[in-house]
């Protein structure tokens, strides 16, 4: 039975709908993409150069793979859907990208000149102003016999003899400024090819450093570009050239074709104008570092997820960090991203958070650290798969990225190698601790602990209902709250109830790091525990602590405002008394504040109290710095202890 297809009415509205979803530079990964689906050998991205003459940079891509005849280049680019294919499924290449990540900030045109079988011919994709919808700008074109069509594309030259003759004017702009002997020079390959150029919202527009995000014209930095490829590809299929502007201030940019042509260096030097850029796929520089010989992994290797995602991990040297440096062009920080199909995705721009929720919690450990995620494709099972604009991944149903499972299957398999590198980290802040509690402390905050229940494990024994047993792999950084390397004092330390053996009831070791089986269990016999650490370890240094939910600990800030100024507070009160003792007073009073925070929070979370979301919000370095203001309570225990001390220092005086 014959099907009447179904058409669609306007274009323009999809188009932009699309564009604004689009992530900055997407358009650079869709021109690139194209290059390299039209079996490109070499790319090469610049101002297109005869528009600088009148001051206005355009973005120019230029590549050497197949092309397109007139009407193969007036059918597909005229098409929403069509590049030469019909649209593909969800993981594939969908054939409107280009279109729709650059049309929504082009208005004025998006110029695609094909050089195939012989013919070198050109359109000017823009929006009809008047109907406000997108389509091709006519040309009027004289015929051999001198009359007069109109066509969709303009025919730039034709190869005779083995060279090639224009067909129209060689100085003719088809937009203000572009001249055809440019746009022809422009070719790396002399039989095939295709040039895009894009001509912005007005004549005047430069659209070199736009970053398109959004469907908006937008400008990026003068490293944007080179930056975007290499962070957005493993492995560059097909090697690029991107030619560098010398400074974000236009004042220095070039002014002619000429002085970019002769201003181009291969590195930078006192006086380049222009420098010529070879991106790195990212894989290849954290695999193998860059060229230069700096950002060596010390340790690489993949560890497999219950999920069937694979976790690919590298590791610097202690001395070293991925810094955004730019070692091998990659611009790379430490970063958890998302590898598919050869392709990178990153989120977010809180990435220090992302790496304590898969367990990774020291600063010196994280600065030197990167893990790429490739989970399984969506493919009758559950997986991951692009949305309509290439921009982000999706989980099976539509649904966000699983992080919190991937980060909680990462730290139960975390590798020998970055634990290790963890416990140095560790250890090397163990001597910013305060004293253990007093006996009166201890004694407050073991009566606390019991009234706090929540869900915790422990092994399991023969007694144990089998069907409550399920096997655990526990990392063994050390003991947690009975002594060892990390338990501090005051407001850190065993918390009381401690056994001596660690905390079977929360953290179960094993030497060997092998899953062991396990049981739950509804109440624990101590707090979490806190570590007072530099400012640098909790990002920002006004704020008190950061809540470590891998490690069952609170890193507290030596440098936050409100314990210094609780420190030279007491310290004017008590001149007599030495300052540590006082700092450590006020280490363990606010220490106790902050583990009392954390747990109850918990409690009220295991309890069904309150959501995941708000437990989040709640143990924020933000929140947990409010519920330290306010003095009072801490200022009346401060005023017994220091009182206490002051009494015991007299009383030294007088039996001396």
Same mark, same amino acid.
């Given at each position: 039975m014959a099907t009447t297809h179904m058409t669609v009415g306007r274009v323009k509205p999809l188009v932009d709908r699309a564009g604004a979803e689009s992530s900055a530079y997407q358009f650079v990964r869709e021109a690139y993409q194209n290059s390299v689906e039209a079996g490109a050998t070499a790319v090469k991205i610049m101002p297109e150069l005869g528009a600088t003459r009148i001051g206005v940079y355009r973005f120019l891509l230029v590549d050497d793979g197949r092309s397109m005849s007139s009407h193969e280049l007036v059918s597909f680019v005229n098409k929403f859907g069509g590049g030469g294919k019909p649209i593909g499924d969800q993981h594939e290449n969908y054939g409107i990208g280009l279109k729709t990540s650059t049309l929504p900030w082009n208005h004025h045109g998006v110029i695609v000149v094909a050089r195939q079988g012989g013919e070198t011919n050109l359109i000017r994709l823009q929006l009809d102003s008047s109907a406000n919808e997108y389509g091709l700008r006519q040309w009027e074109v004289e015929d051999p016999y001198g009359e007069v069509e109109v066509l969709d594309y303009l025919p730039l030259a034709r190869k005779e003899a083995g060279a090639w003759t224009p067909q129209v004017d060689r100085d003719f702009e088809p937009v203000d400024g572009t001249r055809v002997r440019d746009l022809l020079d422009a070719f790396i390959d002399d039989n095939h090819g295709t040039v895009v150029v894009l001509c912005g919202n007005a004549s005047t527009d430069d659209t070199f450093l736009a970053t398109g995000a959004g469907g908006q014209l937008a400008a990026g930095p003068i490293s944007g570009t080179a930056t975007y490829l290499s962070q957005r590809y493993d492995t560059l299929p097909v090697p690029v050239e991107v030619l560098e502007l010398r400074s974000e201030n236009r004042s220095e940019w070039p002014k002619s074709p000429d002085e970019i042509s002769s201003g181009q260096m291969a590195d930078a030097t006192a006086d380049w104008a222009i420098r010529v850029r070879h991106p790195m796929g990212l894989g290849d520089f954290l695999r193998s570092g860059?060229?230069?010989?700096?950002?060596?992994?010390?340790?690489?290797? =993949?560890?497999?997820?219950?999920?069937?995602?694979?976790?690919? %991990?590298?590791?610097?040297?202690?001395?070293?960090?991925?810094?955004? *440096?730019? &070692?091998?062009?990659?611009?790379?920080?430490?970063?958890?991203?998302?590898?598919?199909?050869?392709?990178?995705?990153? %989120?977010?721009?809180?990435?220090?958070?992302?790496?304590?929720?898969?367990?990774?919690?020291? &600063?010196?450990?994280?600065?030197?650290? =990167?893990?790429?995620?490739?989970?399984?494709?969506?493919? !009758? !099972?559950?997986?991951?798969?692009?949305?309509?604009?290439?921009?982000?991944?999706?989980?099976?149903?539509?649904?966000?990225?699983?992080?919190?499972?991937?980060?909680?299957?990462?730290?139960?398999?975390?590798?020998?190698?970055?634990?290790?590198?963890?416990?140095?980290?560790?250890?090397?802040? =163990? $001597?910013?601790?305060?004293?253990?509690?007093?006996?009166?402390?201890? $004694?407050?905050? /073991?009566?606390?602990?019991?009234?706090? &229940?929540?869900?915790?494990?422990?092994?399991?024994?023969?007694?144990?209902?089998? /069907?409550?047993?399920?096997?655990?792999?526990?990392? /063994?950084? *050390?003991?947690?709250?009975?002594? !060892? =390397?990390?338990?501090? *004092?005051?407001?850190?330390? /065993?918390?009381?109830? *401690?056994?001596?053996?660690?905390?079977?009831?929360?953290?179960?070791?094993?030497?060997?790091?092998?899953?062991?089986?396990?049981?739950?269990? $509804?109440?624990?016999?101590?707090?979490?525990?806190?570590?007072?650490?530099?400012?640098?370890?909790?990002?920002?240094?006004?704020?008190?602590?950061l809540w470590q939910e891998a490690e069952f600990a609170i890193d507290a800030n030596l440098e936050c405002p409100i314990i210094r100024d609780s420190i030279d507070y007491w310290t004017s009160e008590y001149p007599s008394l030495d300052p540590d003792d006082i700092a450590r007073s006020v280490q363990r009073v606010y220490g106790l504040k902050l583990q009392t925070v954390v747990a109850h929070m918990i409690a009220a979370k295991r309890k069904g109290r309150i959501k995941q979301d708000e437990l989040e919000q709640a143990l924020s370095p933000v929140a947990l710095t409010a519920a330290l203001a306010g003095f009072l309570v801490e200022d009346r225990a401060l005023a017994g202890d220091l009182g206490a001390l002051e009494g015991k220092r007299k009383a030294a005086l007088k039996s001396s």
């Open positions: 860059s060229k230069r010989g700096t950002r060596v992994p010390e340790h690489q290797g =993949t560890v497999e997820l219950k999920d069937g995602t694979r976790a690919h %991990w590298f590791l610097l040297s202690k001395d070293e960090a991925y810094d955004g *440096g730019g &070692a091998g062009n990659a611009y790379w920080k430490s970063s958890i991203a998302v590898r598919y199909r050869g392709e990178i995705y990153v %989120w977010g721009s809180s990435q220090r958070q992302r790496f304590r929720q898969f367990g990774v919690t020291r &600063a010196n450990v994280i600065d030197r650290c =990167t893990i790429v995620l490739e989970p399984p494709e969506n493919n !009758g !099972g559950p997986g991951v798969y692009p949305d309509s604009s290439r921009s982000r991944l999706l989980w099976t149903g539509g649904k966000n990225l699983p992080w919190s499972d991937w980060a909680k299957m990462f730290q139960a398999r975390m590798p020998d190698e970055i634990e290790q590198a963890l416990a140095d980290a560790t250890a090397e802040l =163990t $001597k910013l601790n305060p004293e253990d509690l007093n006996d009166v402390q201890q $004694k407050r905050i /073991s009566k606390f602990a019991k009234r706090i &229940a929540g869900s915790w494990r422990r092994l399991a024994s023969a007694k144990d209902d089998p /069907s409550a047993v399920s096997s655990t792999r526990v990392r /063994s950084l *050390g003991r947690v709250g009975g002594g !060892g =390397t990390e338990t501090g *004092g005051g407001g850190g330390g /065993s918390g009381g109830g *401690g056994s001596g053996q660690g905390s079977p009831e929360r953290f179960i070791e094993d030497a060997n790091g092998e899953e062991r089986p396990t049981v739950e269990v $509804k109440r624990p016999n101590e707090l979490p525990m806190v570590r007072w650490v530099p400012k640098e370890e909790v990002d920002n240094p006004v704020l008190a602590a």
